[in-house]
Each structure stands twice: as C-alpha cells, then as structure tokens.
C-alpha cells in the first residue's frame, strides 16, 4: 500500500471519528457532513489504489467510484446509501439547504448513517 493511500485512510478514519464527536455533541448537521467526507476519502483511497493516480478533485461520490472503477462492485443498498450521503457535502454548506436538512437530520437518522459509513468504510478497507 503506498503512502497515498495511507493518507486517504487516514483522513477518512480522522473524519469518522469527527463524526462520531459530533453525534454525542448533538450537531447532527455536521454528522451527515463528514459522514459523507468519511466515505469521499476512503473512495479516493481506493481510486488511487486501483488506478496508480492521483485522485479526481471532485466531491461527487458516485463520480469518484465510476471513474475508479468500483461503482459497480457495489450492492444495491450500498448505492442506495451513497446516493443518500451525496448531497450532504454540499447541502450541509449552503444556509438556503440547512433549515430543511436540520428537521431531516435526527439522532435516530444521523446514527443510522453512521453505522452505514462505518459499514460502507470496512468494506472498503477490506479491498485496499
């Protein structure tokens, strides 16, 4: 595994355990935020490791799995679940989109999408 890689993972693990904090912390709008930049680093991880180059600079999930190559290695809910998280990143930034996300983001739901990162995150460390 080169030292890019590591990098990405290790990002991906800081960002993951921001989000953990942020839970117990009651931020839920940001648990949905890096929640999404858990699973951004760790498919650039992966890129970078299938392909042998540097990552795109792109934020879209599912644009940074497809040009990596692994979108399709993916089960239904797992797409299911990135097509979910995908407008975190930037709802989670703009105020015209924050109202609305706060109502949808509960502790129930933000602990949901955790275990779903933390889930979607193994998965892909497994393969690395």
């Known amino acids: 595994m080169n030292d890019t890689v590591k990098y990405w993972i290790g990002i991906s693990d800081y960002d993951m355990e921001t989000a953990d904090a942020m839970l117990i912390s009651k931020r839920y709008l940001y648990v949905g935020f890096m929640c999404h930049q858990t699973i951004e680093k760790i498919f650039k ?5 299938n392909k042998e180059e540097a990552a795109p600079h792109s934020h879209s999930l599912s644009y940074i799995a497809k040009e990596g190559g692994f979108y399709k290695s993916f089960s239904e809910d797992q797409k299911d679940f ?6 975190l990143n930037i709802e989670a930034r703009y105020p015209s989109y924050k109202e609305r996300l706060l109502k949808s983001l509960t502790e129930q739901k933000c602990q949901e999408i955790l275990n779903n990162t933390t889930h979607l995150q193994e998965w892909i460390k497994a393969r690395l």
């Open 82 to 87: 990135i097509d979910q998280i995908e407008p």
């Open 45 to 49: 991880a992966y890129y970078v490791q």
